[in-house]
């Protein structure tokens, strides 16, 4: 168990700087979530944690050990590869055993906590079965009992969740969360699925281009998004990113007005409005922030996606499951103006702090 | 009116034509070794009759008797079978550490292709060019007439490309399985022999039965480096009996008709592993 911290941390790849000025102290115990889209330095920010990638330049500590150059058996990490990397050679009770194996502990003991693990994840049945004779969700546990059969100062794992169907998704991310809090071991986990980093972390670093965008508590990063990078990032649907700007405190776009939004004159801006804090209402209410066409009603079960034209993009409403509008019908949207975020639209950062 | 079937049929013209084309492929393939055989078991009066006498004959053991008593034959089989294993066996240990290096490390600019061609290009001459020199070198350390010599110029030809094929093979490994390997407390080495070699293992059969084939038949360089009749290889052996006044056509068949067996003994006992596919299941569901 250990903290891992990054100092001034750089990646390049010959001319490509897969990761740039990297620093963040992840703490003893906690489940810290890279999020970001693909390509953006999160995979190998893992894997310089593992030492499959050397840091081009700054220092990596895991607990006080400064880890740069050690090879990745010192390091005692367990990681979990997207690709779950089974040895398919091996049966399920080998691949799990192998860390156990290579450090030479005894077959008994071996066994022992094989068939604990095995049990902890439900396997005990399948311990004789080859890799290819398992389902995906099996597969994903041996995966996940190779990492836990022993006791790592830190787990990696890497977009764990993103091979398996969207049920047995939502269970192993259940299953992981509670896994973690049992075992109380510092996890790292990369993902581009911003529900998985909101359920599963205590906090959650959005990166991207090799920078991170943010680092809080999933709700800080949800309820005070401070670039337009993870506004845009966090939520579903995603928050509706309007260009426009603002003179006067008034922000306004096509038909969108939208007073007090704080600073008096920002052009280009960016205001950004959650789908919950926008609703449908009659046409002729007082105060409506804008009057358009519905351009398509999406019932989702729990509530109706309601899209409006705006301009030459769409703005997206949440609104009541029994929402009854119709395409191409006019009505009026209101915002809640307490809950908006204002972009300062050339440097891309919050403009209404 | 649509005429073409809108439905699957079973039968027809096709599958005959292809059963066709395999009848005449097995055909080419076969038919010589059969006509070896027979000619091995034949008569001299009746390997030379005219019209062929295909099945009418009395068969006789006497050329292999003449090939494995009278000459010695034996001896130049197990020669054979020595410079044959020995090469196989080197090459693959170097050839297949060399191809792992190929395939996985990281080399600065542009050397891995570098030095893959350059590994290449030494096959890129035809092997009589280098047939003078090697006779020089080995006649100066004193090796000409020994099997070691012949095992040393075999391996350096076969390693280029034992090398470039198990470097492919290995190359078509997900490198993840060697990496989880290496986080779960294994190194590099470790990772190479418990899984990559292991899942290597129909591109290492294929590779052996390559280089065996190619060292049990290569003929130049055994005929240049090797005279004596405890270095001699088969088919050097086998040249010999073409002499001056007759071609012993007996001999000669039935010294070529075992000179075939091993081989066809190997590629059987290693064929389950040219079976692709055990990598499958590793990666993804």
Same mark, same amino acid.
């Given at each position: 168990?250990?903290?891992?911290?990054?100092?001034?941390?750089?990646? !390049?790849?010959?001319?490509?700087?897969?990761?740039?000025?990297?620093?963040?102290?992840?703490?003893?115990?906690?489940?810290?979530?890279?999020?970001?889209?693909?390509?953006?330095?999160?995979?190998?920010?893992?894997?310089?944690?593992?030492?499959?990638?050397?840091?081009?330049? @700054?220092?990596?500590?895991?607990?006080?050990?400064?880890?740069?150059?050690?090879?990745? !058996?010192?390091?005692?990490?367990?990681?979990?590869?997207?690709?779950?990397?089974?040895?398919?050679?091996?049966?399920?009770?080998?691949?799990?055993?192998?860390?156990?194996?290579?450090?030479?502990?005894?077959?008994?003991?071996?066994?022992?906590?094989?068939?604990?693990?095995?049990?902890?994840?439900?396997?005990?049945?399948?311990?004789?079965?080859?890799?290819?004779?398992?389902?995906?969700?099996?597969?994903?546990?041996?995966?996940?009992?190779?990492?836990?059969?022993?006791?790592?100062?830190?787990?990696?794992?890497?977009?764990?969740?993103?091979?398996?169907?969207?049920?047995?998704?939502?269970?192993?991310?259940?299953?992981?969360?509670?896994?973690?809090?049992?075992?109380?071991?510092?996890?790292?986990?990369?993902?581009?699925?911003?529900?998985?980093?909101?359920?599963?972390?205590?906090?959650?670093?959005?990166?991207? !281009?090799?920078?991170?965008?943010?680092?809080?508590?999933?709700?800080?990063?949800?309820?005070?998004?401070?670039?337009?990078?993870?506004?845009?990032?966090?939520?579903?649907?995603?928050?509706?990113?309007?260009?426009?700007?603002?003179?006067?405190?008034?922000?306004?776009?096509?038909?969108?007005?939208?007073?007090?939004? @704080?600073?008096?004159?920002?052009?280009?801006?960016?205001?950004?409005?959650?789908?919950?804090?926008?609703?449908?209402?009659?046409?002729?209410?007082?105060?409506?922030?804008?009057?358009?066409?519905?351009?398509?009603?999406?019932?989702?079960?729990?509530?109706?996606?309601?899209?409006?034209?705006?301009?030459?993009?769409?703005?997206?409403?949440?609104?009541? !499951?029994?929402?009854?509008?119709?395409?191409?019908?006019?009505?009026?949207?209101?915002?809640?103006?307490?809950?908006?975020?204002?972009?300062?639209?050339?440097?891309?950062?919050?403009?209404?702090? | 009116?649509?005429?073409?079937?809108?439905?699957?049929?079973?039968?027809?013209?096709?599958?005959?034509?292809?059963?066709?084309?395999?009848?005449?492929?097995?055909?080419?393939?076969?038919?010589?070794?059969?006509?070896?055989?027979?000619?091995?078991?034949?008569?001299?009066?009746?390997?030379?009759?005219?019209?062929? +006498?295909?099945?009418?004959?009395?068969?006789?053991?006497?050329?292999?008797?003449?090939?494995?008593?009278?000459?010695?034959?034996?001896?130049?089989?197990?020669?054979?079978?020595?410079?044959?294993?020995?090469?196989?066996? +080197?090459?693959?240990?170097?050839?297949?550490?060399?191809?792992?290096?190929?395939?996985?490390?990281?080399?600065?600019?542009?050397?891995?292709?570098?030095?893959?061609?350059?590994?290449?290009?030494? #096959?890129?001459?035809?092997?009589?060019?280098?047939?003078?020199?090697?006779?020089?070198?080995?006649?100066?350390?004193?090796?000409?007439?020994?099997?070691?010599?012949?095992?040393?110029?075999?391996?350096?030809?076969?390693?280029?490309?034992?090398?470039?094929?198990?470097?492919?093979?290995?190359?078509?490994?997900?490198?993840?399985?060697?990496?989880?390997?290496?986080?779960?407390?294994?190194?590099?080495?470790?990772?190479?022999?418990?899984?990559?070699?292991?899942?290597?293992?129909?591109?290492?059969?294929?590779?052996?039965?390559?280089?065996?084939?190619?060292?049990?038949?290569?003929?130049?360089?055994?005929?240049?480096?090797?005279?004596?009749?405890?270095?001699?290889?088969?088919?050097?052996?086998?040249?010999?009996?073409?002499?001056?006044?007759?071609?012993?056509?007996?001999?000669?068949?039935?010294?070529?008709?075992?000179?075939?067996?091993?081989?066809?003994?190997?590629?059987?006992? +290693?064929?389950?592993?040219?079976? #692709?596919?055990?990598?499958?299941?590793?990666?993804?569901?």
């Amino acid at each position: 168990m250990a903290s891992v911290t990054f100092k001034n941390v750089y990646k !390049k790849f010959g001319e490509f700087v897969a990761v740039a000025d990297f620093n963040v102290e992840i703490r003893d115990k906690e489940f810290l979530v890279l999020l970001g889209p693909s390509g953006c330095g999160k995979t190998t920010t893992m894997r310089m944690i593992a030492g499959l990638e050397e840091a081009t330049s @700054g220092d990596i500590y895991i607990g006080t050990d400064r880890v740069n150059g050690l090879l990745p !058996k010192y390091r005692d990490v367990a990681m979990v590869f997207q690709s779950y990397a089974l040895y398919p050679h091996l049966t399920v009770e080998d691949n799990i055993g192998y860390p156990l194996k290579i450090r030479k502990i005894p077959l008994a003991e071996r066994k022992r906590r094989i068939a604990e693990v095995a049990r902890r994840v439900e396997l005990d049945s399948m311990l004789s079965r080859l890799p290819k004779e398992l389902s995906g969700g099996q597969r994903q546990r041996v995966a996940l009992a190779r990492a836990i059969v022993r006791t790592p100062r830190v787990f990696l794992m890497d977009e764990p969740l993103s091979n398996l169907d969207a049920k047995l998704r939502t269970q192993m991310r259940a299953e992981l969360k509670h896994l973690q809090h049992e075992l109380q071991v510092t996890t790292i986990y990369v993902t581009h699925d911003q529900i998985e980093a909101m359920t599963l972390a205590h906090r959650v670093a959005v990166m991207n !281009k090799g920078m991170i965008e943010q680092l809080g508590t999933p709700r800080e990063i949800y309820n005070n998004p401070r670039t337009l990078f993870v506004a845009g990032f966090i939520g579903s649907p995603p928050m509706n990113l309007i260009p426009g700007e603002v003179r006067d405190g008034v922000f306004s776009s096509g038909g969108l007005q939208v007073a007090g939004v @704080g600073r008096a004159n920002i052009s280009p801006a960016v205001l950004g409005v959650r789908p919950e804090d926008a609703h449908a209402v009659e046409v002729d209410e007082a105060d409506v922030n804008l009057v358009a066409p519905i351009f398509a009603v999406e019932l989702t079960g729990e509530n109706t996606l309601v899209s409006v034209r705006l301009g030459g993009q769409l703005m997206t409403l949440r609104a009541d !499951k029994n929402f009854a509008g119709q395409i191409d019908q006019q009505i009026g949207v209101k915002i809640a103006t307490d809950r908006v975020f204002l972009f300062d639209g050339e440097t891309q950062d919050r403009a209404d702090f | 009116m649509e005429t073409r079937p809108r439905y699957r049929t079973i039968g027809g013209i096709l599958p005959m034509l292809a059963y066709l084309a395999m009848a005449l492929a097995l055909f080419i393939t076969v038919f010589p070794v059969y006509w070896l055989a027979q000619n091995s078991i034949k008569l001299d009066i009746d390997i030379f009759a005219v019209p062929p +006498v295909w099945f009418n004959f009395s068969p006789t053991l006497k050329h292999y008797e003449a090939a494995f008593i009278g000459q010695p034959f034996l001896i130049y089989a197990f020669n054979s079978l020595i410079i044959a294993m020995a090469t196989t066996i +080197v090459s693959l240990i170097f050839g297949t550490m060399a191809g792992y290096a190929l395939a996985r490390f990281q080399y600065p600019g542009r050397w891995r292709y570098q030095i893959s061609f350059w590994m290449l290009s030494t #096959r890129m001459m035809p092997p009589i060019v280098t047939i003078i020199p090697l006779f020089i070198f080995f006649n100066f350390f004193n090796l000409l007439n020994t099997k070691f010599a012949v095992v040393v110029a075999y391996t350096a030809f076969n390693l280029p490309f034992v090398t470039w094929m198990m470097k492919s093979y290995f190359q078509d490994l997900p490198p993840e399985l060697e990496e989880a390997a290496m986080v779960d407390g294994d190194t590099r080495w470790g990772a190479f022999l418990r899984i990559a070699l292991p899942l290597a293992r129909p591109g290492i059969a294929a590779t052996a039965i390559f280089s065996l084939i190619l060292s049990w038949n290569e003929f130049l360089l055994a005929l240049i480096l090797t005279q004596t009749e405890r270095s001699m290889t088969l088919p050097v052996g086998i040249s010999g009996r073409v002499t001056q006044y007759t071609t012993h056509w007996g001999e000669i068949s039935a010294a070529g008709f075992l000179a075939s067996v091993p081989i066809i003994v190997f590629a059987l006992l +290693v064929q389950k592993h040219l079976v #692709r596919g055990l990598s499958l299941g590793a990666v993804k569901g």
